[in-house]
Nanobody
Framework: QVQLVESGGGLVQAGGSLRLSCVASGRTVSSFVMGWIRQAPGKEREFVAAITWSSGRTYYGDSVKGRFAISWDIAKNTVSLQMNSLKPEDTAVYYC????????????????WGQGTQVTVSS
Protein backbone atom coordinates (compact mmCIF):
# COMPACT_ATOMS: atom_id res chain seq x y z
CA GLN A 1 0.00 0.00 0.00
CA VAL A 2 1.00 3.56 -0.68
CA GLN A 3 -0.31 6.50 1.30
CA LEU A 4 -0.34 9.93 -0.29
CA VAL A 5 -1.00 13.16 1.56
CA GLU A 6 -1.38 16.45 -0.28
CA SER A 7 -1.02 19.95 1.08
CA GLY A 8 -0.77 23.50 -0.20
CA GLY A 9 -4.12 24.22 -1.78
CA GLY A 10 -6.03 27.43 -1.18
CA LEU A 11 -7.57 30.53 -2.67
CA VAL A 12 -5.57 32.75 -5.01
CA GLN A 13 -6.31 35.51 -7.47
CA ALA A 14 -5.88 34.99 -11.18
CA GLY A 15 -2.26 35.42 -12.16
CA GLY A 16 -1.05 34.23 -8.79
CA SER A 17 0.89 31.15 -7.76
CA LEU A 18 0.47 28.17 -5.48
CA ARG A 19 2.66 25.22 -4.64
CA LEU A 20 1.21 21.81 -3.89
CA SER A 21 3.11 19.05 -2.14
CA CYS A 22 2.51 15.34 -1.81
CA VAL A 23 4.27 13.09 0.67
CA ALA A 24 4.34 9.39 -0.14
CA SER A 25 4.69 6.71 2.51
CA GLY A 26 4.29 2.97 2.80
CA ARG A 27 5.42 0.80 -0.05
CA THR A 28 8.41 2.09 -1.97
CA VAL A 29 7.45 4.26 -4.92
CA SER A 30 10.83 4.27 -6.64
CA SER A 31 9.42 2.46 -9.69
CA PHE A 32 6.20 4.45 -9.86
CA VAL A 33 5.10 7.42 -11.90
CA MET A 34 3.77 10.15 -9.64
CA GLY A 35 1.06 12.34 -11.04
CA TRP A 36 -1.22 15.26 -10.31
CA ILE A 37 -4.79 14.87 -11.46
CA ARG A 38 -7.51 17.48 -11.03
CA GLN A 39 -11.27 17.45 -11.04
CA ALA A 40 -13.45 20.51 -11.41
CA PRO A 41 -17.12 20.47 -10.40
CA GLY A 42 -19.22 18.63 -12.95
CA LYS A 43 -16.20 17.61 -15.01
CA GLU A 44 -14.18 14.46 -15.47
CA ARG A 45 -10.78 14.02 -13.89
CA GLU A 46 -8.05 15.65 -15.93
CA PHE A 47 -4.37 14.78 -16.14
CA VAL A 48 -2.20 17.72 -15.05
CA ALA A 49 1.40 16.54 -14.71
CA ALA A 50 3.50 13.50 -13.93
CA ILE A 51 7.07 12.63 -13.06
CA THR A 52 8.89 9.34 -13.27
CA TRP A 53 10.25 8.71 -9.82
CA SER A 54 13.32 6.85 -11.06
CA SER A 55 14.50 9.27 -13.74
CA GLY A 56 12.73 12.54 -13.06
CA ARG A 57 11.28 12.71 -16.54
CA THR A 58 8.26 15.01 -16.60
CA TYR A 59 5.01 15.16 -18.54
CA TYR A 60 2.35 17.88 -18.69
CA GLY A 61 -1.20 18.29 -19.82
CA ASP A 62 -1.66 20.78 -22.65
CA SER A 63 -3.67 23.19 -20.53
CA VAL A 64 -0.84 23.70 -18.01
CA LYS A 65 2.29 23.52 -20.15
CA GLY A 66 4.54 26.49 -19.52
CA ARG A 67 2.71 27.45 -16.33
CA PHE A 68 3.04 24.44 -14.02
CA ALA A 69 6.17 22.55 -13.01
CA ILE A 70 6.35 19.18 -11.29
CA SER A 71 9.38 18.18 -9.27
CA TRP A 72 10.40 15.63 -6.69
CA ASP A 73 12.61 15.27 -3.65
CA ILE A 74 13.61 11.66 -3.41
CA ALA A 75 15.10 11.98 0.04
CA LYS A 76 11.82 13.34 1.40
CA ASN A 77 9.54 11.11 -0.71
CA THR A 78 7.82 14.29 -1.81
CA VAL A 79 6.40 15.39 -5.15
CA SER A 80 5.55 19.04 -5.69
CA LEU A 81 3.56 21.00 -8.22
CA GLN A 82 4.45 24.65 -8.70
CA MET A 83 1.52 26.44 -10.30
CA ASN A 84 2.12 29.87 -11.81
CA SER A 85 -0.05 32.25 -13.83
CA LEU A 86 -3.14 30.61 -12.41
CA LYS A 87 -6.44 31.03 -14.21
CA PRO A 88 -10.02 30.66 -12.94
CA GLU A 89 -10.30 27.53 -15.08
CA ASP A 90 -7.58 25.93 -12.95
CA THR A 91 -10.06 25.81 -10.07
CA ALA A 92 -10.44 22.17 -9.04
CA VAL A 93 -9.63 19.58 -6.45
CA TYR A 94 -6.07 18.45 -7.10
CA TYR A 95 -5.12 14.87 -6.36
CA CYS A 96 -1.72 13.34 -6.00
CA UNK A 97 -1.68 9.84 -7.47
CA UNK A 98 0.76 6.98 -8.03
CA UNK A 99 0.90 4.79 -11.11
CA UNK A 100 2.56 1.38 -11.12
CA UNK A 101 2.03 0.66 -14.79
CA UNK A 102 -0.22 2.04 -17.47
CA UNK A 103 -0.69 5.29 -19.29
CA UNK A 104 0.21 8.36 -17.26
CA UNK A 105 -2.28 10.48 -19.23
CA UNK A 106 -5.19 8.32 -18.12
CA UNK A 107 -6.42 9.10 -14.60
CA UNK A 108 -8.23 5.76 -14.35
CA UNK A 109 -4.88 3.93 -14.61
CA UNK A 110 -3.53 5.36 -11.36
CA UNK A 111 -3.43 2.91 -8.47
CA UNK A 112 -3.16 5.07 -5.37
CA TRP A 113 -4.71 8.45 -4.59
CA GLY A 114 -4.45 11.12 -1.98
CA GLN A 115 -7.47 12.77 -0.43
CA GLY A 116 -7.21 15.84 -2.64
CA THR A 117 -6.64 19.51 -1.98
CA GLN A 118 -8.85 22.35 -3.18
CA VAL A 119 -7.42 25.06 -5.41
CA THR A 120 -9.66 28.04 -6.11
CA VAL A 121 -8.63 30.80 -8.48
CA SER A 122 -10.72 33.97 -8.38
CA SER A 123 -11.05 36.31 -11.33
Amino acid sequence: QVQLVESGGGLVQAGGSLRLSCVASGRTVSSFVMGWIRQAPGKEREFVAAITWSSGRTYYGDSVKGRFAISWDIAKNTVSLQMNSLKPEDTAVYYCAALRSGIYLRPSDYDYWGQGTQVTVSS
